[in-house]
């Protein structure tokens, strides 16, 4: 084996592999106990999703002077027709009962209620019940509201009942993640098989990179298990979802182009480690590049004010760093230990001309090469057009009511209470003053539209002062996940921040959706050039141009308002969805761009090598001929693990994962196969400007020059027993 391809002959080398084998599993012995026990690390409460710096999170880490962080689920009795006398005496019995509750948090001598809608004729009838929240969020409400549950029934004979209010909705959220680590690998895995089966035509090689893709997940996932126990590495149910798609996602990227080189060598070198050692040489960079490039751009998220967000970068940074170190000792290693035979039945041969010079992305490239201007001119105009669906997004935020695929018990309850009471009720405002202010902030907040004045008042059980300071609340006229309710929230900062040494916060769930919004307004705004910049940075460095890497972050944009405008116009006219979060524009950018980008580097590495030998027109098409099949196959299997987000009935969720699939399938047949081919092809030699491959012009009719094929002497003849 000759002794310049550094690093590979570490991983594929003849004894090499098997130490390679060796020590991934001792890591995984190691790593896959710690793996199963990242769920019991997630972080869900509150302050581990809200910007650190926000009025209400400062205001919910106040008021855990006075009190536990508490969360009222609110239950909801309502017959149109009136209560009856033996229906309210069943009300006064529950409540009886869920006074003597302090199982899972319920601090039932707390209990508020019943309160009626009305007093001689009452229609509905309000208990509303605190629950202490932990660490673990609302993770575990849920065991709360189905004690609640136990209690009062699910009515019936004309008698509603429902839980909801925070704590009924937040129970649901947790439902709604309940497994969603098993939900997510599953239909992750279940994607992968049948891609790979389609894309590999092989039973027995799909297992290669399946072995190497879980390996990484587990240990990924034991990673970060000890840095959220013993680093402050704060991991919820989102990052730990997202973990896992991108994990599957990128990782298996990575396998297609690794084994789409290999077995293009393996034509051309009769030792199996001398083929792989090549394609590690060749491949190597470009997947390296891409995954530094999906790291840095997720490590870009530390710089947001969501802590939700900023939490993800790091959980999606370590993911795909292991899963990039996995497809490049794991994955290899294993791939030459068992051989040729892991192709059956469509076997590489040694000598066996390839096929890529004749294949159908050569032919599409030759179509191609025959009037780029038109084609790139066309495909932007059609993806500019698609852009024109933005005018329908709606990332404004999705209000519970909105935030299910299904109708849950706490939604259909939200609607029936609001039809009684003020429907701002359950979810109060949550002011904080100084004591001696106190009197003044809480006229100002009773004076202010929006607020139902004779509402104000001391929570119970909670202190009436601590150091000076004083809390209270207040409810609304208006849902409290409104917009209604925010300008509210609005309103009622005005008018306790006017009023001189109060030093007074609002907070509360309304107030949290709001400073949500601000921070996410500013997240789009700083993170979006940030990631940008990186993925330029990479794009330059590795291709040592400028005009190349430009051009691609223009096709990059053109492509993302393409998937955002397409999207919109589903959700609004297909899907029926009232919004989008307003994160949604963020991580839809950040997933297309930084996952997005892989094709990009795939595609323009193997031009850039092509052209040093052929010319850039002649390896614009070699380049597309080669890996044309390889990008596709890879953006089919990265589509369908984002598309495994829909599993999950959450709206936001299946927003993301549609959005994602469906930019990456864009950019996969559209952006990459016919408009950067055709730009780099309208453009010719300049694309590489300053680099001197600029100023060489056609090498195409050189002596010497060469194309992919290169022959079988370059690699020595040493007998491999597995081939």
């Known amino acids: 084996m000759t002794g310049n391809r550094g ?23 190691l790593t896959a106990p710690l793996a199963s026990k990242l769920t019991d690390a997630q972080d869900n409460d509150a302050a581990s999703w809200l910007p650190g710096s926000a009025e209400s999170t400062q205001v919910l880490q106040i008021s855990e002077d006075f009190r536990p962080e508490q969360i009222p689920a609110v239950v909801v009795y309502a017959r149109e027709s009136g209560l009856t006398a033996q229906e309210r005496a ?76 925070p704590g009924g909705t937040s129970a649901d959220f947790s439902k709604a993640f309940e497994g969603i680590d098993s939900t997510l690998l599953l239909s992750a895995m279940g994607v992968v098989i049948v891609m790979l089966l389609i894309t590999f035509r092989s039973p027995t090689l799909l297992l290669v990179p399946l072995l190497s893709v879980v390996s990484a997940l587990f240990t990924a996932q034991a990673f970060i298990y000890l840095l959220a126990q013993h680093a402050g590495l704060t991991v919820n149910g989102q990052s730990a979802g997202i973990l896992t798609v991108l994990v599957f996602g990128a990782g298996t990227d990575y396998a297609l182009l690794l084994v ?26 470009a997947v390296l590049a891409s995954g530094a490039t999906v790291v840095l751009s997720m490590l870009v998220l530390l710089a947001a004010e969501m802590n939700s967000t900023r939490g993800l970068g790091p959980v999606a940074a370590i993911g795909v760093m292991v899963a990039l170190v996995a497809m490049m000792t794991l994955f290899p290693a294993l791939l030459v230990i068992f051989g040729r035979w892991i192709f059956w039945p469509a076997t590489p041969r040694f000598g066996a001309p390839d096929r890529i010079e004749t294949g159908v992305w050569a032919r599409t490239g030759h179509r191609i090469a025959q009037r780029p201007r038109m084609v790139w001119i066309i495909t932007a105009l059609v993806l500019a057009v698609c852009s024109l669906g933005l005018i329908q997004l709606r990332a404004e935020g999705i209000s519970n009511a909105d935030a299910f695929t299904g109708k849950p018990d706490s939604i259909t309850g939200q609607e029936v209470s ?19 202010q106190a009197r003044q902030v809480g006229e100002a907040v009773a004076g202010t539209r929006g607020v139902v004045p004779e509402s104000l008042g001391l929570p119970p059980g909670t202190k009436p002062a601590y150091e000076g300071k004083v809390l209270f609340e207040a409810t609304m006229t208006a849902p409290a996940d409104s917009e209604a309710a925010k300008q509210t929230v609005e309103r ?6 006017a009023i001189p040494d109060a ?15 601000r921070a996410t307004t500013h997240d789009n705004l700083v993170i979006i050039p940030l990631v940008l910049a990186v993925v330029l940075l990479i794009l330059c460095g590795l291709l040592r141009a400028l005009i190349a890497p430009l051009l691609l972050i223009g096709t990059v944009i053109l492509s993302f308002a393409a998937a955002l405008g397409i999207s919109a116009l589903a959700f609004r006219h297909l899907f029926d969805y009232a919004g989008e979060s307003t994160d949604f ?10 996952l997005g980008i892989d094709y990009n580097i795939f595609l323009t590495t193997r031009i850039r090598e092509e052209a040093a030998h052929r010319g850039t027109r002649p390896g614009v098409v070699t380049g597309l001929a080669a890996t044309g099949a390889v990008i596709t196959s890879a953006g089919l299997v990265l589509a369908g693990t984002f598309a495994a987000l829909g599993t999950l009935p959450m709206v936001a969720f299946a927003e993301i994962g549609f959005a994602v699939a469906l930019g990456v399938l864009i950019d996969t047949f559209i952006v990459r196969s016919v408009l950067v081919t055709s730009l780099f092809l309208d453009v010719g030699e300049k694309i590489w400007w ?15 020059a060469r194309g992919t094929a290169r022959p079988a002497t370059t690699a020595p003849q040493t007998k491999d027993p597995l081939s």
């Open 7 to 29: 690093i590979a002959h570490f991983v594929c080398g003849r004894r090499a592999k098997w130490v390679v084998l060796a020590l991934w599993l001792v890591v995984l012995f």
């Open 90 to 165: 069943g009300i006064a019995k529950d409540v009886a009962e869920i006074k003597r509750l302090t199982a899972h948090g319920i601090r039932g001598p707390e209990t508020r209620g019943p309160v009626y809608d009305r007093p001689n004729d009452p229609r509905a009838a309000q208990i509303i019940v605190p629950i202490t929240m932990d660490e673990k969020g609302w993770e575990e409400i849920a065991p709360a509201v189905d004690s609640l549950r136990d209690v009062v029934g699910k009515g019936g004979d004309g008698l509603a009942v429902h839980i909801t209010g």
């Open 260 to 285: 789409a080189r290999y077995r293009e060598e393996l034509h051309h070198h009769e030792d199996r480690h001398e083929a792989m050692a090549r394609a590690l040489h060749r491949a190597g960079p």
């Open 418 to 436: 609001a039809k009684y009471f003020p429907a701002g009720s359950g979810d109060p405002l949550v002011i904080v003053s100084n004591q001696a």
């Open 492 to 497: 009622v900062r005005d008018a306790v921040h």
């Open 503 to 517: 030093d007074a916060q609002v907070g509360g769930g309304t107030a949290a959706l709001l400073d949500m919004d």
């Open 585 to 594: 524009p963020l991580f839809v950018f950040v997933f297309l761009v930084a």
């Open 690 to 704: 300053p680099h001197s491959l600029a100023r060489e012009g056609d090498r195409s009719t050189r002596p010497g």
